[in-house]
């Protein structure tokens, strides 16, 4: 027992001597692995600060960059802000041009419709005036039959009065104003022998051969007062037609026009032998007096107002002709106008779009400006703090390699052989011995303890046989 305690205690000790040994191997290579990380940790901070240098260099650069663009494009503003102006004020000036010539196509597509509606009065009039001289006497038949020659018209179609004169003239001439002017006497006598075997009624005829000259000798008549006019020089032939305007002149012999009644009866009274005839076709003549309400108006009125309407269609036409032509060169200006005012309005809104482009080209500027400080700032702030932790860190690698020389100096000092394991052998084998001697003293003890109960069963069994 006192051999196998002695081996146990050596072998604690030697243990107790290897973990001593394994702590101290520990020590050195935890310090050494510590070295090892702070080194790493050092290449790392100097490698991130060297990033964080090339960052900031990179962020001034663009920084710088943005500055330059932001300046260059900032100096463009003033001219597109120029232009601008400019533009405003050409699409004003267009867009005036243009609501000017849209006002002047109102104007003229009103005028036009104004003349047309015009012209459609004048040609309604015309319409009815035209029927208004359809004859349905011996005069119409006669001018619409194909045996009788000679018949030229009714005397008011070949005559024209002058405006305002037509009823006292018609009043003047009487039935000759609604003859038929013929060109002599044999023709008179043939057109009354067609109506009477045809039965179409009575028809004024005017010789102009039997009456010529009886007007152009005006040296028996008398002077005139202001007031009044000789009927005569009223007429005139339409085609130049001496003969017809002196039969007519013939009729209207000594026979003054006035302007009303008072100047009628004073006019007769002072020129005895003239017949005088008002506005209304109140005939004064030597001794006699006819006229009063009329239920019509006459032939020569009706063709004087028939010439007015006609006279008005074509002025309407004309206006309307007008109108149109002058409608058509303003459509053309409108458009004109309209494409420049389109064209100002889109150069506009390019410019528009180009202050946006540039506002939003200076906003990006300034937001890249803006970024790159605050990364720079950033890098800074890095660059810092990563070079305090680098410092900290070799520090730290200073003291751990000084501890770790320390370490390895005491080592090699104290020595590194293994403990002497010799007495542990020793006692190995003094308890090995021992284990066996005692082995054998068991097993001999074992033999004389079987050999006894041998014995002692043998004894039994020959005191139990009688």
Known sequence: AGAEQAHAEEQARLQ?????????REGLARLSGQVAARRSRVEAGEGEIARLQQVAVAVVERAEKAERDYAALEGTVLDVEHGEEGLDEHYEQAEDRRAEAAEEVGRLT????????????WQARVEALSMSLRRTDGASALLSADGVQGVRGTVT???QVEAGREGAVAAALGWAGEALVVDGLEPARQALAWLREEDQGQAGLLVPELVAG???????????PGYAVWAADTVRARDGDDALLAAVAGLLRRVALVQDADDAALLVRALPGVTVVTPDGDVYGPGWVRGGSSAAPSLLELTSALEEAEAGVGEAVARAERATFALGSARKDLEAAQQAADDALDALHDSDARMTAVAEQLSQLGQTMRTARAEHERATTAIGTAEASLATTRQELGELEQRLADAEQLATQEGTDDPDTGERERLAEAAARARSAETEARLALRTQEERVTALAGRADRTEAVP
Request: proline residues 3%.
């Open 16 to 24: 107790r001597l290897a973990r001593a040994a394994a702590d101290r």
């Open 157 to 159: 179609e070949r005559l």
């Open 110 to 121: 009103e005028e036009v419709r104004d003349a047309q509606a015009e012209q459609a009065r």
């Open 214 to 224: 009886d007007g152009e000798d005006r040296s028996g008549w008398p002077d005139l």
